[in-house]
Nanobody, 118 residues
Framework: QVQLVESGGGLVQAGGSLRLSCAASGRTFSSYAMGWFRQAPGKEREFVAAISWNGSPTYYKDSVKGRFTISRDNAKNTVYLQMNSLKPEDTAVYYC???????????WGQGTQVTVSS
């Protein structure tokens, strides 16, 4: 059974940085695309970033381009989301997901809270 465990969330001031990690187990991590999504209170979950099985290509939500970077370490079964220049509107629960392509996901983590204060 696939398990995805996110970590690295927290409280940060606007302009600060956080790095989220998602550790995967249960099947061959290097065969699958990985994505990050987020859900703010009262809003639907939205796509943030995705990365193909071998690290390229990557995809980003327009509002995070140039600020967020998704990467993966297949040797460690881990995907990362480096978030710089954080804004209050980035506040949300962030989820990682594993799937067969950048837009098709089958497994989800439990989420990690990111709060950006103004």
């Amino acid at each position: 059974q696939v398990q995805l465990v996110e970590s690295g969330g927290g409280l940060v001031q606007a302009g600060g940085s956080l790095r989220l990690s998602c550790a995967a187990s249960g099947r061959t991590f290097s065969s699958y695309a990985m994505g990050w999504f987020r859900q703010a209170p009262g809003k639907e979950r939205e796509f943030v970033a995705a990365i193909s099985w071998n690290g390229s290509p990557t995809y980003y939500k327009d509002s995070v381009k140039g600020r967020f970077t998704i990467s993966r370490d297949n040797a460690k079964n881990t995907v990362y989301l480096q978030m710089n220049s954080l804004k209050p509107e980035d506040t949300a629960v962030y989820y990682c997901a594993e799937g067969i392509s950048y837009n098709t996901y089958h497994y989800w983590g439990q989420g990690t809270q990111v709060t950006v204060s103004s």
